[in-house]
């Protein structure tokens, strides 16, 4: 799956850093600590249970000394990526890992659809080029109903979080990794918001079924309001507009319309 994001997500000024010097210096100091507290990891970790399968191939990007995969599940491969070499070497999760400055450059050294998940914890708020980013994240999923699972809460380096970031609450900024979602065609299947400790916890879990079930989907009309079944059993309602046209208007952040003459799906 591969979309083009065709304006920046953020402008100039939404995107400037307090300090604008090299992302690759001030990770070049390893840090062996966790970003959020215990309640906000278990529950990471209890997510990315309920969305990824065994022998699932994943991509952890912007991620550091630690994974916060399950324990009990073994993965086909999971590829590491961050900005500091010596925290991913002691990261046990990772089969293989490298450095990268995506604020400098965005196209991964991966394959077309060469992951079945790509996870991003803690880490968003620091993209300057986010609609780039999730091109690829969507780029290298796998068609076959990939998912990316971005998280987050209220800590960061503030100096190295972009403006839009800084100055959004929590709720503007899980609308913000929505808007990066949607920029990368992906549809955001379930947004999680919840308090374990003392940390909230934020996050978006998005598929790219868009373009590998556009033809291949099952619906069911009732009264006028169809039930899309698909993704891992997910309902999305649909209203009508016309005779040949549907909308979705909710359960979903990206609006979608489906053509029942084609019965094709598609995101806008």
Same mark, same amino acid.
């Given at each position: 799956?591969?979309?083009?994001?065709?304006?920046?997500?953020?402008?100039?000024?939404?995107?400037?850093?307090?300090?604008?010097?090299?992302?690759?210096?001030?990770?070049?100091?390893?840090?062996?600590?966790?970003?959020?507290?215990?309640?906000?990891?278990?529950?990471?970790?209890?997510?990315?249970?309920?969305?990824?399968?065994?022998?699932?191939?994943?991509?952890?990007?912007?991620?550091?000394?630690?994974?916060?995969?399950?324990?009990?599940?073994?993965?086909?491969?999971?590829?590491?990526?961050?900005?500091?070499?010596?925290?991913?070497?002691?990261?046990?999760?990772?089969?293989?890992?490298?450095?990268?400055?995506? %604020? #400098? /450059?965005?196209? =991964?050294? !991966? @394959?077309?659809?060469?992951?079945?998940?790509? &996870?991003?914890?803690?880490?968003?708020?620091?993209?300057?080029?986010?609609?780039?980013?999730?091109?690829?994240?969507?780029?290298?999923?796998?068609?076959?109903?990939?998912?990316?699972?971005?998280?987050?809460?209220?800590?960061?380096?503030?100096?190295?979080?972009?403006?839009?970031?800084?100055?959004?609450?929590?709720?503007?900024?899980?609308?913000?990794?929505?808007?990066?979602?949607?920029?990368?065609?992906?549809?955001?299947?379930?947004?999680?918001?919840?308090?374990?400790?003392?940390?909230?916890?934020?996050?978006?879990?998005?598929?790219?079924?868009?373009?590998?079930?556009?033809?291949?989907?099952?619906?069911? %009309? #009732? /009264?006028?309001? =169809?039930? !899309? @079944?698909?993704?891992?059993?997910?309902?999305? &309602?649909?209203?009508?507009?016309?005779?040949?046209?549907?909308?979705?208007?909710?359960?979903?952040?990206?609006?979608?319309?489906?053509?029942?003459?084609?019965?094709?799906?598609?995101?806008?």
């Amino acid at each position: 799956m591969t979309t083009q994001s065709t304006s920046p997500l953020l402008s100039e000024r939404e995107r400037t850093k307090r300090d604008p010097r090299s992302d690759t210096g001030f990770y070049d100091t390893p840090r062996f600590v966790t970003h959020a507290d215990d309640g906000f990891l278990s529950q990471l970790t209890d997510t990315y249970s309920s969305v990824l399968s065994a022998d699932d191939r994943i991509f952890d990007a912007m991620g550091s000394w630690v994974s916060h995969l399950p324990d009990d599940i073994s993965y086909g491969h999971v590829i590491g990526h961050g900005l500091n070499a010596a925290e991913l070497e002691e990261n046990e999760a990772l089969d293989e890992w490298f450095c990268q400055n995506l %604020n #400098q /450059n965005q196209v =991964l050294p !991966l @394959e077309d659809n060469s992951v079945d998940a790509v &996870t991003c914890a803690l880490s968003v708020q620091y993209l300057q080029y986010p609609g780039r980013v999730f091109d690829e994240f969507a780029r290298v999923l796998d068609d076959d109903d990939g998912v990316l699972v971005v998280s987050f809460t209220n800590r960061m380096f503030p100096t190295k979080a972009v403006r839009a970031w800084r100055a959004g609450s929590m709720d503007e900024r899980h609308d913000l990794v929505d808007r990066y979602c949607k920029a990368g065609g992906f549809a955001s299947t379930r947004q999680i918001s919840c308090r374990p400790e003392a940390d909230p916890f934020r996050a978006t879990v998005a598929r790219n079924w868009t373009k590998s079930n556009g033809n291949d989907i099952s619906v069911v %009309n #009732q /009264n006028n309001i =169809l039930y !899309l @079944e698909q993704c891992d059993n997910l309902i999305f &309602t649909f209203i009508r507009h016309s005779e040949s046209v549907w909308i979705i208007i909710t359960n979903i952040t990206a609006f979608c319309i489906y053509l029942p003459d084609r019965n094709f799906l598609t995101l806008l």
